[in-house]
């Protein structure tokens, strides 16, 4: 059956009874884990929440005033998953998500427009495409595009927006000789009940299951933000449409007036304000560099010439890197003293070395890493990783100075 959203996907709500509902499980991911929702599975007797299917994702609303986590298309029916229980026959009534629907519709809408001009201009087919939460990617068949296509592919979609060309939805049964004139990638395996053609009139006839705008003039503007190198010789146009592209402008925008602000040019100028910047950055990063090196040398020979220097040195360091601490452990001589080196936030990550006498090494810099909360490594002496918390640095600096005590009483 075509669903009462496939038939009129302006309409926002509508009254129906339940079919069935059972009791399911949901996978959902949140925070990057995955977790199961326990609720239920709730078929209705039509509904105007869109299924997830065809590249377009599902609707958000509502059923009997509880959300609708999740609608997936099984067959003939649409499946709406829930977290409270319907009874069957009762009658229950829909609202959508308008806003999100309305979006959908212009991408998917802009994505037909796209593709079957990119192909009647310049041959290229659409193999895939995919409605993204920011922006749109359409699936090109061809390694690449050449210079200025994509610039006239988007005037001549714009074109066509603004001739107000109506979009309609046809409804074939799957014998009728129609349906072997339309573009398809082919029907699922468990399709039931007529096909949905949707037709941009004089320019593409296609086979779809999604919800789309009734006129060309409601996709309002489509930019084509650029191409990205796809898989297998294929290449990936990324675009957006409608109020997408209003909160594309007004979000560009507002990034450019804090640019000006900053860097305390015109919008003009901002990219050879960035540049010089960042040219200004690397001058200083290489000057800092140069006194740290020279730093290092000067702490190391410092240490050296105290009288009393003891078989133990320590230092944490903001600045730094591995090769600051290297020369300090090389300057300083590890063979009969340990040498513990931290660069980075005091209570922060950062990077360490452990130097000294091989066996002492050995033995507690695995130690030193766990105190550290990071990962190591080490030989000849010694070890040295990267630290995620230095907030244990004085523990594991007492643990290296009872070691090094071992060397002056002779244990070791």
């Known amino acids: 059956m075509a669903f009462q959203c496939q038939r009129d996907s302006y309409m926002q709500e509508l009254d129906t009874s339940v079919v069935?509902?059972?009791?399911?499980?949901l996978k959902v991911e949140s925070n990057g884990k995955k977790e199961k929702l326990k609720g239920f599975n709730?078929?209705?007797?039509?509904?105007?929440?869109?299924?997830?299917?065809?590249?377009?994702?599902d609707d958000h609303g509502t059923v009997g005033g509880v959300p609708v986590l999740r609608v997936l298309r099984q067959g003939p029916d649409a499946v709406?998953?829930?977290?409270s229980g319907l009874e069957e026959g009762q009658e229950v009534h829909i609202k959508l998500d308008w806003q999100r629907r309305f979006d959908h519709m212009q991408q998917h809408s802009g994505q037909h427009l796209i593709t079957a001009l990119a192909d009647a201009m310049f041959g290229y087919k659409t193999t895939s495409w995919e409605l993204g939460?920011?922006?749109?990617s359409i699936e090109l068949d061809t390694a690449s595009v050449k210079p200025g296509e994509m610039e006239a592919l988007e005037a001549a979609v714009n074109e066509k927006i603004r001739a107000h060309i109506p979009v309609t939805v046809n409804l074939l049964s799957i014998d009728d000789p129609a349906v072997e004139k339309v573009r398809s990638r082919g029907?699922?395996?468990?399709?039931?009940g007529p096909i949905r053609i949707i037709d941009i009139e004089g320019v593409d006839a296609n086979m779809c299951c999604g919800t789309h705008v009734s006129n060309l003039s409601h996709l309002q503007i489509i930019k084509i933000l650029g191409t990205e190198k796809g898989k297998k010789n294929k290449t990936n146009l990324i675009f957006i449409a409608g109020n997408r592209v209003l909160k594309y402008?007004?979000?560009s925008y507002n990034i450019e007036k804090s640019l000006t602000v900053l860097l305390k040019t015109g919008a003009d100028e901002h990219v050879d304000a960035v540049d010089k910047l960042q040219k200004t950055v690397k001058r200083l990063?290489?000057?800092n560099l140069i006194i740290l090196r020279e730093m290092a040398v000067l702490i190391a020979q410092n240490f050296k010439s105290k009288p009393d220097r003891g078989n133990f040195f320590s230092l944490h360091n903001k600045d730094g890197d591995n090769e600051f601490m290297n020369i300090i452990a090389n300057e300083i001589g590890f063979q009969d003293t340990v040498i513990f080196l931290t660069v980075g936030e005091e209570k922060g990550a950062g990077m360490f070395l452990l130097a000294g006498p091989e066996n002492i090494v050995t033995e507690v810099g695995p130690r030193v890493s766990e105190l550290l909360q990071g990962k190591g490594a080490g030989k000849a002496g010694r070890y040295q990783g990267k630290a995620n918390s230095l907030v244990k640095r004085a523990e594991a600096e007492a643990l290296l100075q009872e070691h090094s005590c071992k060397l002056t009483a002779g244990e070791e």
């Open 187 to 192: 029907l699922p395996d468990d399709h039931a």
């Open 80 to 83: 709406h998953f829930i977290s």
């Open 133 to 136: 939460r920011q922006r749109s």
């Open 20 to 25: 069935s509902c059972v009791p399911a499980e």
């Open 285 to 287: 990063q290489k000057s």
């Open 42 to 57: 709730v078929k209705l007797k039509d509904t105007v929440l869109f299924p997830e299917g065809g590249g377009q994702p």
């Open 249 to 251: 402008a007004e979000k």
